[in-house]
């Protein structure tokens, strides 16, 4: 059974950092590429960044470039979002979510993630 597991949100002032990190098992982690959406209340959940199985090819939304950073320890097998620079309008549920590893898939294309964890809530206060 493959489980995803977020873990790291919590209640930042703004312009506060945070480091999300995400762990997946049952799975074979190497193959996946691992990406980060959010929801905030009331609205779609959108993509944040994702990167590709071997660490290559990190994308990010343009809301936050510049100031997120998405990284992959494979020893470890886990993915990381830094978090910088925070500001109200990052606050929401963060999930985490595994894509079999394609070239030709879009990372920002959520319909395309097989797995998603539970989600770790962000608060940034102003």
């Known amino acids: 059974q493959v489980q995803v597991v977020e873990s790291g949100g919590g209640l930042v002032q703004s312009g506060g950092s945070l480091r999300l990190s995400c762990t997946a098992s049952?799975?074979?982690?190497?193959?996946?590429?691992m990406g980060w959406f959010r929801q905030a209340p009331g609205r779609e959940r959108e993509f944040v960044a994702a990167i590709r199985w071997n660490g290559d090819g990190a994308e990010y939304a343009d809301s936050v470039r510049g100031r997120f950073s998405i990284s992959r320890d494979n020893d470890k097998k886990i993915v990381y979002l830094e978090m910088n620079n925070l500001k109200p309008e990052d606050t929401a549920v963060y999930y985490c979510?595994?894509?079999?590893?394609?070239?030709?898939?879009?990372?920002?294309?959520?319909?395309?993630?097989?797995?998603w964890g539970q989600g770790t809530q962000v608060t940034v206060s102003s």
């Open positions: 049952g799975l074979t982690w190497i193959i996946y590429d």
């Open positions: 979510a595994a894509d079999r590893h394609n070239y030709d898939n879009n990372l920002r294309d959520i319909q395309l993630y097989d797995y």
